[in-house]
């Protein structure tokens, strides 16, 4: 069961640290990063659910199911200093797989590993009606999920467990660009994932890039005040991953690169940002056998207080 | 004495307007571009010691502060609040008539 989780791990990870290690809660995309500002002593709530399939694997008939919601608290330390946590909550990751004793279903629940990161403003170029931020991102993921739940058949594939036991670190450089019509965010990403037990996990590359467009009001000309926002989004998130580790070799199937685009309504206003997006997979290139992503959606609000 | 009681009134009434219109600010900020942005101007500028209103407009990338009577806001204490929400102080002004002169 072990070898066969790994594609599916690729998914579960993927999933995992987009949300946990890069997904904060300001007006942003809502996929990646954004370098917009947190207010000195300003809090920051987000909830976002996850649904996300897969399918596929050859004659195994690899169905992959996860059901997560993750929690995001952010800080304003400073104007350009804000610290994020993240927790991301798994109510169902389940495995359908046939196998030598037939079609077998394994599942678990509970609390992911929990991310903490910070975000520094290093370039700020304000103008009337927009403005230009650049900055670093760091953090780290601690193993605060389960790394060896059982079920009646035995200890659970690794890439099914809610944690994977290893303190992971990350870190890039995300750049904003935001006008009253439209925002532009890019974001450049490492995870350099631990070792547990034997075990660790490829390090991943992502390049996100995302379009906001203010669909509503179409104008801004004769508006006083602060109207509501209307976003439309299209998002692009490319993740390639390196080989995992196991016993001091290298596994040949495992890592790869995805590219998913994303689009998605957003609507903004004062106080929150309630938001969806459908992530679905324009090109996978797996090393080896793997399953596919049939489609990824992710529905949230943001509050600011 | 009619005509002393109406001057005391007027007078009286001319200070009151002076004094509110002496309260109410307008300030230039570079950077705000969404609503959700609005919220931490709002909240820095809120801190300040007499705030009673904040109106922000963000097509225009003004903010309007009106204090209590007798409280007043300095240039450097509105930059200082807008820097601490994370924008950039454009502009300063007193309003005079409360009038939309933005800047």
Not at chain 1, 104 to 131: A, C, H, K
Not at chain 1, 227 to 253: C, K, M, Q
Request: proline share 4%; glycine share 12%; charged share 20%.
């Amino acid at each position: 069961m072990r070898s066969d989780g790994y594609p599916m791990g690729r998914s579960l990870l993927v999933s995992v640290l987009l949300l946990s290690g890069g997904n904060p809660a300001l007006a942003a995309p809502n996929t990646s990063n954004t370098a917009l500002p947190v207010a000195e002593g300003q809090y920051l709530w987000r909830e976002q659910l996850v649904l996300r399939e897969r399918s596929g694997g050859g004659t195994m008939d690899r169905e992959v199911s996860i059901r997560a919601l993750v929690s995001v608290l952010g800080y304003g330390v400073t104007s350009k200093l804000a610290l994020f946590g993240a927790v991301p909550y798994f109510y169902n990751k389940a495995l359908d797989v046939t196998s030598s004793m037939g079609r077998v279903e394994r599942d678990t629940r509970g609390m992911g590993d929990v991310s903490v990161f910070g975000r520094y403003t290093i370039l700020q170029d304000d103008f009337t009606g927009g403005t230009l931020r650049i900055a670093p991102v760091f953090g780290v993921t601690a193993p605060t999920g389960e790394d060896n739940d059982r079920d009646s058949l035995g200890e659970l594939p690794r890439p099914l467990q809610t944690g994977d036991g290893a303190w992971d670190a990350f870190g890039g450089l995300v750049v904003t660009y935001q006008t009253l019509q439209y925002q532009l965010d890019a974001q450049l990403l490492y995870h350099e994932n631990g070792r547990h037990d034997g075990f660790a996990r490829g390090d991943e590359m992502h390049f996100d890039a995302s379009l906001q467009y203010r669909i509503w009001p179409p104008r801004m000309n004769d508006l006083a005040g602060t109207p509501d926002f209307v976003y439309a989004l299209f998002e692009s998130n490319l993740i390639h991953r390196e080989r995992d580790e196991i016993g001091g070799a290298t596994r040949t199937e495992s890592g790869g690169t995805q590219w998913l685009l994303a689009p998605g309504l957003q609507y903004v206003n004062r106080r929150w940002i309630v938001e969806g997006t459908v992530q679905l997979p324009v090109a996978e290139a797996p090393n080896g056998a793997a399953i596919q992503d049939d489609y990824i959606v992710r529905v949230g609000f943001r509050r600011n207080f | 004495m009619v005509k002393k009681l109406s001057l005391s009134l007027a007078a009286l009434a001319f200070s009151v307007v002076a004094l509110a219109v002496d309260n109410h600010y307008i300030l230039g900020v570079d950077g705000l571009a969404c609503p959700f942005c609005a919220f931490g101007v709002e909240k820095r500028l809120t801190k300040v010691e007499g705030v009673t209103g904040i109106e922000v407009e963000v097509a225009d990338g003004v903010v309007r502060v009106t204090l209590q009577e007798g409280k007043t806001l300095t240039e450097e204490q509105a930059r200082q609040a807008v820097a601490e929400a994370g924008f950039t102080l454009r502009s300063f002004s007193v309003a005079k008539t409360g009038a939309n002169d933005a800047q």
